[in-house]
């Protein structure tokens, strides 16, 4: 590439939940790496209205949760993006430009929204988790303490996922629908009579007396309140994960981790996860 001004990178991550903000950053990591363009920092903690309204139990704030691990951060990155010029990713001409003779200017590229979903990433599927990993906070990586797989881990999405109504079983859009208990319970018993060593750990954003039925099941027990980040990062170290159907929260954690994965069969868990390097099981 010839020599020109400086060429940055900015996931411009939205105010969503983590699952879908991941998206974006994970495509300006992936372009930084392929151009060898330079990273400004995310940022993850963005007032959300929704969660308050709801009552949920995690209003996703993601406070304390990451670090700007060597990119770009304070002053100069709102220097540079109040200044700089700026392409969108999906300007392919552009990109095309300045990847092979450079800018004139300092260029920011903006990614953003979950378009292509896992699509552009999963060969790059290890740098992804090693950059995600980086990024956490020390004291949330503190928190997690050492890596430990002999555990099943279950993820009950509830909060702004509607019911699924009289049937009780999703529809052909199922994407922001909630899987009914029996489901989970079916699994979880199913789990439990091949690997009856491996305790349960119930992860959901869902209030404890929303899991009652879950948690009865025996060998279960509710995972402890923890950021959303470190919830992600216990939900890919499992030796098992039973997901969410359309949760791209569950869908990260699948792709971060390497264990074997189970979720309802749904056109959008499946379209995500297709070809993950973790192993994907429908049920």
Known sequence: MATG??????ADTGRTGLGNMLFSWARAEVLALRHGWTLLAS???KPKIGPLLRGERDKRYYIGSFSS????DGWRRRLLLWTAARVSEDDSAAIARLAGS???RPTVVVTRGMDGLFAPLLEHRDHVARRFHGMLSPRL???LGPVERAYVAVHVRRSDFKDPGPSGAPGADASNTRIPDSWYIRCIEQVRAALPELPVRIFSDAHPHELEGILAVSGT???PAAPAPADLVRLSRAALLIGSSGSTFSMWAAFLGSCPVVM???PCAQAAVRRCPARMHHR
Do not use: M, P, T
Not at 5 to 10: D, F, G, K, P, S
């Open 43 to 45: 940022r993850w903690v």
């Open 264 to 266: 309802a069969s749904e």
């Open 69 to 72: 691990d060597g990119r770009i």
């Open 5 to 10: 001004a400086e060429i940055y990178v900015h």
């Open 141 to 143: 990586r503190e928190s």
């Open 102 to 104: 450079g800018a004139i």
């Open 221 to 223: 027990s509710l995972a």
